[in-house]
């Protein structure tokens, strides 16, 4: 079992969060409106500092770390009216590089990408362009004007898939991915170590389908895109005996989440990036166990304020436990079910796992470099 290592502290370096920025069809101008949250654009036109974003596929209200930054965005502009934020959609991993491009020609004080897909193009992009500010979120990019955001979120899914393993009925869960790639393996790592540290703490046998640490493989719809790829994998898991489910994919985890639905009941899920239980339609939140979350909208606040301090242009944020970057959501509707037992024994975890006796390791997790 991967969980249980010798001390490791995830470190946070650098100065401030990295930020993301506002959707927009690839390469199309900001939409001209007035202050608010209209079209593609927040907050005062007249604002001296404008931050721009570059999401990944998936679209701004993606339930996920699109809609996660977007609100740190808001909320850097509510705290600050001389901010004002836009964004430019990528449909697909075609439009980044455009995308980026056309935010740095459209007189952005920084701009940020978001995803870990975008590691290579904002590193080419950043070298053309050494004095503009750029950023990234769910990637590390090693250059003096870009900061990037990480988040170990292999530690709050430890606690998820612990809980999970606790609350299972049939003893078989599921986790599937969208692409297989670091910000989504993150997640499936911490989860099965979590599962695997339950049955060593109270003797059982739940079993993890859909993801083997060991061998780094497991179960994936292949983008962010398609529901209906997320939709067949759950119920293909539902099939094999699984009653929770964690989908590790944006909004092709919607489709996951109407299967869990149609299931009647016998299943419930877990979400990620954010509060599953808040961010999805009203119709599913019910199914909501609870949520492996990555703290991204403090983190990106934080950096746009850093940015329009004019504080450093480069560094570097890692999300842990320990500095609330990541968490476990409440249980919600599930509150009254959950054993005292089994919460005492999650939150025991979490001090564990903050404190150093335990440290969740992932081949995905940021280096401390």
Sequence with gaps: MGAIK????????????????????????????????????????????????VTDSGGIDDRSFNESGWEGFKAAVDDNDDIFATYFQSNNS??????????????????????????????????????????????????????????????SSFLAGYAAAGMSDSGTIATWGGMQIPPVTIFMDGYVDGVEQYNEDNDDDVKILGWDVEKQEGSFTGDFEDSSKGKSLTENFIAQGADIILPVAGPVGLGGASAVEAAGGDVSMVWVDADGYEALPEEYREFVLTSSMKNISAAVQVALQNAYDEGDKGGRYVGTLENDGVELAPFHDFDDQVPSELKDQVEDLKEQIISGDITVESPSAPSEE
């Design 6 to 53: 010798s001390s490791f502290k995830v470190a946070l370096a650098g100065s401030a969060a990295a930020s993301l920025a506002l959707l927009s069809a690839c390469g199309q101008p900001p939409t001209d409106k007035d202050n608010g949250g209209s079209g593609n654009e927040y907050g005062n036109k007249d604002a001296s500092f404008k931050a721009c974003m």
């Design 94 to 155: 075609d439009d980044f590089a455009p995308n980026l491009s056309n935010a740095t020609g459209r007189d952005c004080n920084i701009v940020i990408g978001v995803g870990g897909l975008m590691e290579k193009p904002i590193t080419d992009i950043a070298e053309q362009n050494p004095e503009q500010r750029y950023g990234i979120v769910d990637g590390h990019v090693d250059a003096e004007n870009v900061y990037s955001m990480e988040f170990n979120a292999a530690e």
